[in-house]
């Protein structure tokens, strides 16, 4: 009898790494005073996809981080007050908006497999670069 075992091509790998990868985790514990909306995102390529963030500290800055496989924290966008917003390090395919103080919504413009990632949103009550 043949061994007909099945061993998923470099192509296929990528996509359901892909489909799968590009979730977002709940930023603290139960308590937390941030929460990350929608919890978790699936998508297809070419579609621009909002991730939404709202605290209810107070804080005047906020940040959107996204973390690859590298493990490394790479910060795409912050906010020092409503309407103020700039570009980190990893900003390219992504775009911020930042109406009132509570909510910093991040927007990837053309989702592509580069962007596959965690995302996290943080906020703290004053900047410490």
């Known amino acids: 009898q043949e061994d007909m075992r099945f061993c998923p091509g470099p192509e296929m790998v990528s996509r ?3 489909w799968l990868a590009l979730c977002l985790l709940w930023a603290g514990n139960l308590d937390a005073r941030i929460t990350q909306s929608p919890r978790y995102k699936v998508v297809g390529t070419e579609k621009n996809v909002t991730l939404n963030c709202h605290q209810t500290n107070n804080h005047g800055v906020m940040y959107w981080y996204r973390q690859d496989l590298s493990h490394e ?3 795409i966008y912050y906010s ?3 309407g103020i917003t700039a570009k980190g390090d990893g900003a390219d395919g992504y775009s911020v908006s930042r109406s009132n103080t509570k909510n910093f919504a991040l927007t990837l413009e053309s989702e592509t497999p580069s962007q596959t990632s965690v995302y996290f949103c943080a906020s703290s ?5």
């Open 16 to 18: 359901l790494f892909f």
């Open 73 to 75: 924290l790479t910060l």
């Open 80 to 82: 020092v007050g409503a």
């Open 125 to 129: 009550e004053s900047t410490a670069f």
